[in-house]
C-alpha cells in the first residue's frame, strides 16, 4: 500500500525539550515537505526538500530542523527553541516541486 | 505577495442542496490551482489540480473551475458525507510548494 506515513499521531512535549516527528514515504517521490496548521490559519511552509541531502527554509523555519539522508525519509526536529509549537504537523510529498503534493495523517503535538 | 482568499469560511446545507465555494487567489504566474478535502484530525486529501482559465474538473458530486481570478468549488446535491473542510492551494512558477487558504469548513445536514 503506497502512501505517507506519520508516526506518532499524537506527541506530548515538555518545554524545554526537542521531539522528533516521524515522516516515511514508499510513493518514490523526489520532494518532501513539512508543513504546521494552526486554527484558522492555512497551512504554513516549515521546510521542504527537492533531492536528498538538500533541503531548504519555507516561511516558518526558526525552532524547527530537518535532515534527508535517504529519498523515503524526512524527519522534523522541534527544537527547544520553538516557541509556540503546539499544532498540527503534516508532511506531504510529490513527484517533484511542480506536481501535486500528498499528505500524510499528520501529528498532533501538544507541549505540557 | 501571493495571497489565497476562501470564502464562506463556514456553510451548512441541507443534503441535496446544491452550492459553491469560492477561493479568490493573487499570484505572480499562476503554475497551478489545487483543492484538498480534510477531515477533522486527518491529513489533506487531494482533489483537483486546475492550470489554466477555463479548465473544469469533476470527480462525483464535485466540480473545480477556474478563471484568472478564482476559482470554485461546485458540489451537487451533497450528502452528509461530503462534510468537511475544502481547502485550496496555489503554486507560482519557479515556486517548490503550495500556498494556502485558510479552508471552508462545509456541513451537510441530513
Known amino acids: 500500500d503506497g502512501g505517507i506515513t506519520q508516526s506518532p499521531k499524537y506527541l506530548f512535549r515538555k518545554e524545554g525539550q526537542n521531539v522528533t516527528l516521524s515522516c516515511e514515504q514508499n510513493l518514490n517521490h523526489d520532494a518532501m515537505y513539512w508543513y504546521r496548521q494552526d486554527p484558522g490559519q492555512g497551512l504554513r511552509l516549515i521546510y521542504y526538500s527537492q533531492i536528498v541531502n538538500d533541503f531548504q527554509k519555507g516561511d516558518i523555519a526558526e525552532g524547527y530542523s530537518v535532515s534527508r539522508e535517504k529519498k523515503e525519509s524526512f524527519p522534523l526536529t522541534v527544537t527547544s527553541a520553538q516557541k509556540n509549537p503546539t499544532a498540527f504537523y503534516l508532511c506531504?510529498?510529490?513527484?517533484?516541486?511542480?506536481?501535486?503534493?500528498?499528505f500524510g495523517q499528520g501529528t498532533r503535538l501538544t507541549v505540557v | 505577495e501571493d495571497q489565497v482568499t476562501q470564502s464562506p469560511e463556514a456553510l451548512r446545507l441541507q443534503e441535496g442542496e446544491s452550492s459553491s465555494l469560492n477561493c479568490s487567489y493573487t499570484v505572480s504566474g499562476l503554475r497551478g490551482l489545487f483543492w484538498y478535502r480534510q477531515d477533522p484530525g486527518k491529513g489533506p486529501e487531494f482533489l483537483f489540480t486546475?492550470?489554466?482559465a477555463g479548465e473544469e474538473k469533476e470527480k462525483e458530486r464535485l466540480k473545480a473551475t477556474l478563471t484568472k481570478k478564482e476559482s470554485f468549488l461546485h458540489i451537487t446535491a451533497p450528502k452528509p458525507e461530503d462534510s468537511a473542510t475544502y481547502l485550496c492551494?496555489?503554486?507560482?512558477?519557479?515556486?517548490?510548494?503550495?500556498?494556502f487558504g485558510t479552508g471552508t469548513r462545509l456541513t451537510v445536514i441530513p
Open positions: 506531504a510529498s510529490s513527484v517533484s516541486g511542480k506536481t501535486e503534493a500528498f
Open positions: 492551494a496555489v503554486q507560482a512558477y519557479g515556486a517548490n510548494n503550495l500556498f
Open positions: 486546475l492550470y489554466s
